[in-house]
């Protein structure tokens, strides 16, 4: 007979749980929990997600509400960051700025990413026509500068927030393109793929299935990358005039707001300024600790 | 004889596989016929870049499109010719009627899944099967190919086997749907020697069990004196012998296959000899001569095979040699070990 003990171990057993197993992923984020710098990245993206989220809550004043005799104020107790001069309180407004800053990164990469692995997973994979014709449109994209090719697009469809995710995805779309293809190239000439051939495995399959998730971990690294990137770009459209329009409180909209008063009030620049760079910051240290993750090889 | 004909499982006709590189058309596979038969192992043994490889491959329509493409022959597998079958048919044929086994293990599993996810796979595709029912069909498959502790290592990841556990699971996954053919390429070339011969004698193992025909490729001799029933000796695209495995071993009638033998060790040999080597090079697959493509290397040369190529004759019964002069070794007339 055996004990209550000893089937709780065959039960385990049988479902797998209890034997270590490594998996790519699982071994990459043991590797990236080891790198304080990744880490670091990472906290201040998760802090900056629930700023985000929370923002009603942690914001103390209205970030859109005037108040009339408290314009240009220091930082205080009150305004912690001071106010600017319509008399709107910087803290509340940075928190808000989040938002914006967090979209526009989410959402404007999702975008590229989708387009990018769609037309990459064309070319890389079917190769031939589709290939050369995909690829000589994404270098028409490389060829434009990024900031000028965001203004273009935002001139055309006017400013908005909605525009801003389109003009940043559309834009972003030729680089992703490009890596999930070398990847596809890479892995597509692997034996397991043949493997899967002969199993009988359909082409959908075999992307789905097969290639995509061995090639997903340099798409992962550029795309936390390019978040910041992309928050960088929404920074400078709404300092040019042509992103999120106000009162909505975005900040590179801020420190255009604030540039003429740099010499009287600095900390109307200086706290929105901070929140890019710590921002892009997060995004770009989390990037750089995921592809060593992925790569122990690389050093 | 009509019941050898019923008992043809697979009949390949005068296959032609090219490959259009930029040099030109590399004729990998050049007039290739053969049959297998309900359950036996056909050996297919020749030197590297002979057209072992591509022959299998194109039985299963593998070939690297749009590079290599089948240009001509027939290849009858159940009454249909699979040459002119559509990808969905051929599909459904991969991996569940005819199934391969790869040289390499140890690049031939996806690192992403785990081993038992993998075996599931046919399973998945090919009978459509649970989740729940394919895990219970997949642990018994691993645990007929012998993985020790099957139901622990279902779970693990490929880099945690060793070489010959992963052509174990290769086997697994290649049988789950109980194939009528299995293609081994090079089965265990990636192995070392003892593995080898455990992962041969699982593949005869299963194959009485399953009731299924091998097709085993192999530069490897002594692996196909063991295990193969009938041989077909390939050069240069061509098969150039095709008989029983003891015909191939003790009556070889092309100069090519004496060769061969000349250039294997034996351990039975009583006087300390040096191996000979067969002299010279295999030609380049570009540009083949009109002629016999062994006459630059071959001994025995005749008028004859200068003007053409010599066709693929039965000079016995089931012994197949493509040399004019086969007929002189069968009747000794050219002592065939000899200097």
């Known amino acids: 007979m055996a004990t209550i003990k000893e089937l709780e171990v065959l039960e385990e057993i049988e479902t797998g749980k209890k034997y270590s197993r490594t998996s790519l992923y699982k071994d990459a984020w043991k590797r990236l929990r080891r790198n304080k710098l990744a880490m670091l990245g990472l906290s201040i993206v998760i802090l900056l ?22 314009s240009s104020l220091g930082p205080s107790i009150n305004h912690l960051f001071g106010t600017d001069l319509l008399g709107r309180d910087i ?27 769609f037309f990459g997973a064309l070319s890389g994979y079917f190769g031939g026509i589709s290939d050369a014709v995909i690829m000589r449109i994404a270098d028409i994209f490389f060829a434009f500068p990024y900031i000028l090719g965001a203004i273009a697009i935002m001139t055309i469809l006017g400013p908005g927030i909605v525009n801003i995710f389109i003009a940043i995805g559309i834009l972003g779309w030729a680089s992703i393109a490009r890596i999930f293809r070398s990847s596809i190239l890479t892995i597509k000439n692997k034996e397991y793929i043949e493997a899967a051939r002969a199993l009988g495995a359909s082409n959908n399959r075999i992307i789905t299935k097969h290639i995509f998730p061995n090639s997903f971990a340099p798409i992962i690294v550029y795309a936390t990358m390019n978040v910041g990137t992309a928050i960088i770009v929404e920074a400078a459209l709404s300092f040019l005039g042509i992103g999120v329009q106000p009162p909505t409180p975005a900040w590179g909209k801020m420190l255009a707001d ?18 890019i760079l710590i921002t892009v910051l997060g995004f770009v240290l989390l990037g750089d600790g995921l592809r060593d993750a992925f790569d122990p090889k690389l050093k | 004889m009509a019941e050898t004909d019923n008992n043809k499982i697979l009949e390949v006709k005068d296959l032609k596989t090219y490959f259009y590189t930029e040099d030109g058309v590399v004729k990998a596979v050049n007039g290739v016929s053969f049959d297998l038969k309900k359950g036996e192992t056909l050996g297919i043994v020749g030197e590297t870049g002979c057209g072992k490889s591509v022959t299998a491959l194109s039985i299963l329509r593998l070939i690297p499109q749009p590079i290599g493409r089948i240009v001509g022959g027939e290849i009858i597998f159940e009454g249909k010719d699979l040459l002119k079958l559509g990808e969905k048919d051929l599909q459904n044929i991969r991996g569940n009627r005819i199934s391969m086994i790869f040289q390499d293990p140890m690049t031939s599993l996806n690192p992403v899944y785990t081993v038992g996810n993998q075996v599931m796979e046919s399973l998945v595709v090919h009978r459509k099967l649970k989740k729940e029912e394919a895990r219970r069909e997949s642990m018994k498959l691993l645990e007929m190919v012998g993985i020790p502790e099957f139901k622990r290592r279902f779970n693990s990841y490929p880099h945690e086997f060793s070489g010959g556990m992963r052509q174990r699971v290769m086997i697994a996954m290649a049988i789950a749907n109980s194939p009528s053919i299995l293609i081994a390429d090079e089965p265990t070339t990636a192995l070392d020697v003892t593995v080898q011969a455990q992962i041969l ?14 097709i085993i490729i192999t530069h490897d001799l002594g692996v196909v004196a063991k295990y193969a029933d009938r041989v077909m000796v390939m050069y240069a695209g061509r098969p150039v012998e095709f008989s029983s495995v003891d015909n191939i071993y003790y009556k070889p009638m092309h100069p090519y296959t004496i ?9 039975d040999e009583k006087k300390r000899e040096k191996l000979k080597p067969i002299e010279g090079l295999p030609p380049s697959l570009i540009d083949l001569p009109e002629c016999c493509i062994f006459r630059a290397r071959c001994k025995y040369i005749c008028d004859e095979c200068k003007k053409e190529y010599p066709p693929l004759i039965e000079i016995e019964k089931d012994h197949f040699v493509s040399c004019y002069r086969g007929r002189e070794f069968m009747e000794g007339i050219i002592e065939r070990f000899g200097n």
Do not use: H
């Open chain 2, 201 to 214: 004698e699982l593949m005869d193992e299963l194959k009485y069990k399953t009731n299924s025909s091998i």
């Open chain 1, 258 to 275: 604030s540039m003429a008063y740099i010499d009287n009030a600095p900390w109307m620049m200086f706290f929105p300024g901070l929140a």
């Open chain 1, 49 to 70: 997600i629930l700023i985000a989220i929370f923002a009603p809550l942690i914001a103390p004043y209205d970030p859109i509400l005037r108040i009339k005799e408290d």
């Open chain 2, 259 to 267: 060769g061969l033998m000349k250039s294997v060790t034996r351990l």
């Open chain 1, 91 to 117: 803290f509340s407004r940075v928190i808000y700025g989040s938002r914006i800053s967090i979209e526009v990164g989410v959402i404007a990469v999702g975008i590229s990413v989708i387009i990018g692995l």
